[in-house]
């Protein structure tokens, strides 16, 4: 099942868990609430997956590719990592399926407290549209993802404060909506 904590306030590598002492866990109906999504999937299948497919055609998630975030696979390695860790809004969904390797997902509550996900094989999450969030690496260096999008592809990312956007805009309603 999915680790999720509310971080601490260290300016340490980000590739370390920031996990607070007493820890300060986040449930699965917490990030609901936030509209995160995340289902368990057997990643050693990921190629024929009912359970995939399935959420693929009712989520309409028509469009995949696998990405290795390391070194050695990755061209503009540190570039791109830094890129993946300034804070940022998509104005489409984000969706990831973790095939090997781990990293984290950090969110923003309602509070604009940060809430980080361990994400491991076989977690795949859905960020909504409009969440600032960020991603880094754990201290293995290595993750394999499967990407996914409705329709083409859109890899813009705006850093923050991003909040003009249409998609912020309704992401902001949506909260109010469900506190």
Request: aromatic share 14%.
């Amino acid at each position: 099942m999915v680790q999720a904590w509310y971080m601490d306030e260290s300016a340490d590598d980000p590739r370390l868990p920031h996990r607070p002492e007493p820890d300060r866990a986040v449930g699965l109906e917490q990030l609901r609430g936030l509209g995160v999504l995340y289902w368990k999937l057997d990643a050693d299948k990921y190629e024929n997956d009912p359970e995939l497919e399935k959420i693929r055609r009712e989520r309409n998630y028509s469009w995949m590719d696998i990405i290795t975030i390391c070194k050695d696979k990755l061209p503009n390695y540190e570039e791109k990592i830094q890129l993946f860790y300034q804070e940022h809004l998509h104005l489409d969904e984000e969706i990831r399926y973790v095939l090997e390797g781990s990293g984290y997902f950090d969110v923003r509550d309602r509070e604009d407290r940060w809430i980080r996900i361990f994400m491991e094989k076989g977690d795949m999450i859905t960020l909504p549209a409009g969440i600032y969030h960020r991603f880094t690496l754990d201290e293995k260096n290595y993750v394999k993802a499967m990407r996914l999008f409705v329709g083409e592809p859109v890899w813009t990312a705006y850093n923050r404060p991003a909040d003009h956007f249409p998609a912020r805009e309704q992401y902001v309603r949506f909260l109010a909506q469900t506190a």
